[in-house]
Structure formats: structure tokens, C-alpha cells
């Protein structure tokens, strides 16, 4: 089969990497299709000679990659590891499977692996770190090539996964955007609802990193969660599956409960659920509505037609908090969008599913600078305009800190890099007028003549004024500029003194 051209692009993008002797993350948006990505990778490895190891955490994702592969050309050669799936297969060419399983078993694997690619990298911890399985992996094979797939290239903890000391991946070769397949089609937009009597946080500790769960737990009442069912027979009646997140198997199943005694027919699966896979068949074949879960269907779960999203599960990872929202970004026939019923004030503490990328902008000192993929949370809550019990929230937006503006003018100005002597860089500055009717000037810089990541975010630019090729020459690029469409409207952020535009709509 074919690729869409954004994942040949990305594949191109990641052999540029690798030509270039770097170990290369790949970001694609959550139902993207990065399982077909990495089949193009292995088969390319595979038609080359070399070997792959294809890992990661979920034994459900590497069905996934393994049927991908046979969709886009075949598994010859292609054996699955795998004690979840009953296999124990090592591959002529290569092999997939889980990293439990892998890590238990490295002897009986080849001696020499040309490239280890992990999907959901996000998984993958910092090299100094206590975590044994990936580490051991990667130094087991320290001459392979390590390849991350994810659509959140960053912890909680030490932030990118591909930038500082101690990451396995050095660069970010291509990242593919949520509003990038939204607006091609290719994905399903979001749209949000926050309560106004969202879960009490207030005194509860964090516990490496994030919410203490005995705490929150104590937090959710039957009182207060049935309220939560009402809000969602109110605002969701006709909607068709229901996705909710609890933060512990019993508010997990306290809500399925719930759920049923108020006409929703639901249930709910966790980690040590024996009928879980039995339980996920019946609510995909439509026996019952509502599925509420503890910690297993935040990453790697693909069920297309979910239309819910109910979140119930504060969180302070960004990384978490986005990819429990990709569940519901793909497109289903019917499926005009899911709805986002914040609960938990992730909406509010983390913004919108596009909140990772990354803008670069240059500061007056002529460095070249990228915004943190994940700011530290602030404690500080925004206000909001409550309406009736619940208020909208755009769960698209880039940051829960932006704000839309209309667009005046754009002017395109050529500047000289001092990080990088002889390059150049092109800066877009839009003239804005604010909801309240201030003036003001945001930027954002299209770095025609630089390489790797920086370069793939100039593409973006350029293809969202359809434009699919562009000059390398700062000046050139700029001459190109004033024939091409301006968009309506931007969203900005403020990032210290500077306004830095952060999604356009045309």
C-alpha cells in the first residue's frame, strides 16, 4: 500500500537522520499512522540487509505494528517476541515484540542489529536513570541505531526526549501536528467542555511528578461523580461511544456503576482484569456505551469511532494528558468530533492537544532559541466564564496561557543568525488586533536556510499556504512571501517580553 505524504515525509525525514549519523525521535500525532511509518522503515532496513528490533511496552501495539507491516508489503522474514501474544518468534530480519519480553530475553536475539525503533519512545527513560529494560536494551546494541516514534516527545521529568545529556534519541526529525491532520482530514477535531465544579484539588500532594493517587482518590465521591454522569447524559445523549478516565479501579468502577443506574449502560477494564479483552470486544461491538478505565487505554488503544471523551484523572504530565486525548482524534464514518468533558482541570492546568510543539524564535541577541516542549506546570489557575454548569474550552488550542487574535497585516523581514554565521533567517511579524481591541505585533521566524527540525517547521509554514516547496535562500523565501495567503486569525503566546504565534487559521 501506499503512504500518505506526510508519512513518506516522515520516513524521508528519519533516513536524513540516520544519513547524518544522528538518532532520530519522529513526532506524529496520535492517529497519524506510525505503526505504517515504521513498517517503511523496517522494510527498507529489511530490503538493505540489515536488522530491526521493533519494541515497545503494549502487547496490543505490537499487533498493531505487525498487521501495518503485512498491510504495507509483508512480514518475510519478521518474527514477534512477545510472552503476551504467546510468541516467542526471533525473525531473519526482525523482530517485534514487547520489552518485558525482550529484555528478558536479549541472548536469544542476533548478535548484531542494524536499528532499534521504539514506538511510544515517550516511554523510554533518561540513561541515568533506575529504569532497567530500555536502557539495557539500547547498550546491549550500542552501535544500532535508535529510532523514536511517538506523538509526545517528552517526560514529565527531564522534558524533550532528544535534547540534553543522558536522551538515546538526538534530534527531532520531523514532527507531524494534530492541526496539521485535522485540517487536512485526516484526524477528527475536539472540542471541550471544563465543569465549573471540577474535582477539588485543593491540598493534595504530588508524588513524583504528579498527583498523589490515594489523594485524589479520596477526593471522588459517589455524589460528585454521579454528578459528573449527569453532565454527561445532559450534554452527550446522542453521542455514540463514551470514553471516561479514573484515576483508580474503584472510581473506575464506581463510575461504570454509576453510569448503568442512570440509563448509560457501561463498564470498566484495568490493568489486572482478566476480561478486559472480552469487556473492550462487547463495547466495541456496541453492547454497552460507556467504558470507564484505569491506566490501560491512554496510549496504544485504537477504537476510531470514539465520539466522549470524559476525563476524570487530573494529571500534571503533559505527555499523559495529550495522549488521553489522541484517543479520540480519529476519524470514523459519522464522526464529525469528539467531546471533551474536563472533570479534572487538565484543560485548564494544561491547555489544548497541540500543546507540545515547539516554536523557535529568535531572541535580540541573535540566539536562537526553542520554547520548552513542556513548560513547568504554574500553580496559578486561569479564570473562566462559566456558563450554566459547564464552559467551552478549546482542547485544540496550543496553550491554556494563548489567546487569539485577529490579523491585521504581515510583514517579512530577512535578519542575519548569530548562532549560525552565514545563515539567515526570515521572520514573519503579524500586526494583530485582540478580542479587546489592543494592537500588537507577534512573530514567528521560518528558518529556510537551517537543517534537521528547524527546517521541517519552516515546511509547515509553507504548506499551510499550500505551497509544498520553497527556497533555501532567506532572501528568496521572502520574495515568495508577498504573493501568498495571509491567515485570518492567530493564536499567540507570550514567552518572556516576546509574542510568538503559535497556530494560524486561514
Same mark, same amino acid.
Given at each position: 500500500?501506499?503512504?500518505?505524504?506526510?508519512?513518506?515525509?516522515?520516513?524521508?525525514?528519519?533516513?536524513?537522520?540516520?544519513?547524518?549519523?544522528?538518532?532520530?525521535?519522529?513526532?506524529?500525532?496520535?492517529?497519524?499512522?506510525?505503526?505504517?511509518?515504521?513498517?517503511?522503515?523496517?522494510?527498507?532496513?529489511?530490503?538493505?540487509?540489515?536488522?530491526?528490533?521493533?519494541?515497545?511496552?503494549?502487547?496490543?501495539?505490537?499487533?498493531?505494528?505487525? /498487521?501495518?507491516?503485512?498491510?504495507?508489503?509483508?512480514?518475510?522474514?519478521?518474527?514477534?517476541?512477545?510472552?503476551?501474544?504467546?510468541?516467542?518468534?526471533?525473525?531473519?530480519?526482525?523482530?517485534?515484540?514487547?520489552?518485558?519480553?525482550?529484555?528478558?530475553?536479549?541472548? /536469544?536475539?542476533?548478535?548484531?542489529?542494524?536499528?532499534?525503533?521504539?514506538?511510544?519512545?515517550?516511554?523510554?527513560?533518561?540513561?541515568?536513570?533506575?529504569?532497567?529494560?530500555?536502557?539495557?536494551?539500547?547498550?546491549?546494541?550500542?552501535?544500532?541505531?535508535?529510532?523514536?516514534?511517538?506523538?509526545?516527545?517528552?517526560?514529565?521529568?527531564?522534558?524533550?526526549?532528544?535534547?540534553?545529556?543522558?536522551?538515546?534519541?538526538?534530534?527531532?526529525?520531523?514532527?507531524?501536528?494534530?492541526?496539521?491532520?485535522?485540517?487536512?482530514?485526516?484526524?477528527?477535531?475536539?472540542?471541550?467542555?471544563?465543569?465549573?465544579?471540577?474535582?477539588?484539588?485543593?491540598?493534595?500532594?504530588?508524588?513524583?511528578?504528579?498527583?498523589?493517587?490515594?489523594?485524589?482518590?479520596?477526593?471522588?465521591?459517589?455524589?460528585?461523580?454521579?454528578?459528573?454522569?449527569?453532565?454527561?447524559?445532559?450534554?452527550?445523549?446522542?453521542?455514540?461511544?463514551?470514553?471516561?478516565?479514573?484515576?483508580?479501579?474503584?472510581?473506575?468502577?464506581?463510575?461504570?456503576?454509576?453510569?448503568?443506574?442512570?440509563?448509560?449502560?457501561?463498564?470498566?477494564?484495568?490493568?489486572?482484569?482478566?476480561?478486559?479483552?472480552?469487556?473492550?470486544?462487547?463495547?466495541?461491538?456496541?453492547?454497552?456505551?460507556?467504558?470507564?478505565?484505569?491506566?490501560?487505554?491512554?496510549?496504544?488503544?485504537?477504537?476510531?469511532?470514539?465520539?466522549?471523551?470524559?476525563?476524570?484523572?487530573?494529571?500534571?504530565?503533559?505527555?499523559?494528558?495529550?495522549?488521553?486525548?489522541?484517543?479520540?482524534?480519529? =476519524?470514523?464514518?459519522?464522526?464529525?468530533?469528539?467531546?471533551? =468533558?474536563?472533570?479534572?482541570?487538565?484543560?485548564?492546568?494544561?491547555?489544548?492537544?497541540?500543546?507540545?510543539?515547539?516554536?523557535?524564535?529568535?531572541?535580540?541577541?541573535?540566539?536562537?532559541?526553542?520554547?520548552?516542549?513542556?513548560?513547568?506546570?504554574?500553580?496559578?489557575?486561569?479564570?473562566?466564564?462559566?456558563?450554566?454548569?459547564?464552559?467551552?474550552?478549546?482542547?485544540?488550542?496550543?496553550?491554556?496561557?494563548?489567546?487569539?487574535?485577529?490579523?491585521?497585516?504581515?510583514?517579512?523581514?530577512?535578519?542575519?543568525?548569530?548562532?549560525?554565521?552565514?545563515?539567515?533567517?526570515?521572520?514573519?511579524?503579524?500586526?494583530?488586533?485582540?478580542?479587546?481591541?489592543?494592537?500588537?505585533?507577534?512573530?514567528?521566524?521560518?528558518?529556510?536556510?537551517?537543517?534537521?527540525?528547524?527546517?521541517?517547521?519552516?515546511?509547515?509554514?509553507?504548506?499551510?499556504?499550500?505551497?509544498?516547496?520553497?527556497?533555501?535562500?532567506?532572501?528568496?523565501?521572502?520574495?515568495?512571501?508577498?504573493?501568498?495567503?495571509?491567515?485570518?486569525?492567530?493564536?499567540?503566546?507570550?514567552?518572556?517580553?516576546?509574542?510568538?504565534?503559535?497556530?494560524?487559521?486561514?
Amino acid at each position: 500500500m501506499n503512504l500518505r505524504d506526510y508519512q513518506t515525509r516522515a520516513v524521508e525525514a528519519v533516513l536524513d537522520s540516520l544519513r547524518r549519523g544522528k538518532n532520530p525521535a519522529c513526532a506524529v500525532a496520535t492517529g497519524g499512522g506510525k505503526s505504517l511509518i515504521a513498517a517503511a522503515l523496517v522494510d527498507r532496513f529489511r530490503s538493505r540487509g540489515g536488522y530491526t528490533i521493533l519494541v515497545t511496552h503494549n502487547r496490543t501495539l505490537v499487533s498493531q505494528n505487525m /498487521k501495518a507491516l503485512r498491510r504495507y508489503s509483508n512480514d518475510d522474514g519478521v518474527g514477534v517476541f512477545s510472552a503476551g501474544l504467546n510468541s516467542a518468534v526471533v525473525g531473519e530480519h526482525a523482530t517485534y515484540g514487547t520489552i518485558q519480553t525482550i529484555y528478558r530475553n536479549l541472548e /536469544k536475539l542476533p548478535r548484531e542489529v542494524s536499528a532499534i525503533i521504539v514506538d511510544e519512545a515517550q516511554a523510554v527513560a533518561h540513561k541515568t536513570s533506575d529504569a532497567k529494560m530500555y536502557n539495557t536494551l539500547m547498550a546491549a546494541y550500542p552501535e544500532a541505531r535508535k529510532i523514536g516514534l511517538t506523538a509526545t516527545p517528552f517526560r514529565l521529568d527531564r522534558g524533550v526526549i532528544y535534547s540534553g545529556e543522558g536522551v538515546h534519541f538526538d534530534e527531532l526529525a520531523v514532527e507531524i501536528s494534530v492541526m496539521e491532520l485535522v485540517q487536512a482530514g485526516f484526524l477528527a477535531p475536539l472540542v471541550g467542555l471544563s465543569a465549573s465544579d471540577k474535582l477539588n484539588l485543593e491540598g493534595v500532594h504530588i508524588t513524583n511528578g504528579d498527583f498523589d493517587t490515594k489523594e485524589v482518590d479520596e477526593r471522588i465521591t459517589e455524589d460528585w461523580l454521579g454528578s459528573v454522569i449527569d453532565k454527561v447524559k445532559e450534554f452527550a445523549p446522542d453521542r455514540k461511544a463514551i470514553l471516561l478516565f479514573a484515576p483508580t479501579v474503584r472510581a473506575a468502577e464506581l463510575a461504570a456503576k454509576l453510569a448503568t443506574e442512570r440509563g448509560i449502560l457501561a463498564e470498566y477494564v484495568h490493568g489486572g482484569d482478566d476480561e478486559r479483552e472480552s469487556r473492550l470486544a462487547r463495547w466495541e461491538a456496541g453492547e454497552f456505551k460507556l467504558m470507564a478505565n484505569c491506566q490501560i487505554l491512554t496510549t496504544g488503544y485504537d477504537r476510531p469511532d470514539i465520539d466522549v471523551i470524559v476525563d476524570c484523572a487530573p494529571t500534571e504530565s503533559l505527555g499523559k494528558h495529550i495522549q488521553k486525548l489522541g484517543r479520540g482524534t480519529r =476519524i470514523a464514518p459519522g464522526k464529525k468530533n469528539c467531546l471533551v =468533558i474536563d472533570v479534572s482541570g487538565n484543560l485548564d492546568r494544561l491547555g489544548g492537544i497541540c500543546v507540545g510543539m515547539n516554536e523557535v524564535f529568535e531572541q535580540s541577541s541573535g540566539d536562537l532559541n526553542r520554547v520548552s516542549a513542556e513548560p513547568k506546570p504554574k500553580k496559578e489557575k486561569r479564570k473562566i466564564k462559566t456558563m450554566k454548569e459547564l464552559t467551552e474550552l478549546d482542547p485544540m488550542m496550543a496553550d491554556p496561557k494563548g489567546f487569539r487574535a485577529k490579523v491585521l497585516d504581515v510583514q517579512y523581514i530577512v535578519i542575519n543568525s548569530r548562532q549560525q554565521q552565514g545563515k539567515r533567517l526570515l521572520m514573519v511579524s503579524y500586526s494583530c488586533l485582540t478580542e479587546r481591541g489592543a494592537l500588537l505585533d507577534a512573530s514567528a521566524f521560518c528558518c529556510v536556510e537551517y537543517s534537521g527540525y528547524a527546517l521541517e517547521q519552516a515546511a509547515q509554514w509553507f504548506r499551510r499556504r499550500g505551497e509544498t516547496s520553497f527556497p533555501r535562500n532567506a532572501e528568496a523565501a521572502r520574495t515568495m512571501c508577498w504573493g501568498l495567503p495571509i491567515p485570518r486569525e492567530v493564536t499567540i503566546r507570550k514567552s518572556g517580553k516576546y509574542l510568538n504565534v503559535l497556530a494560524e487559521t486561514f
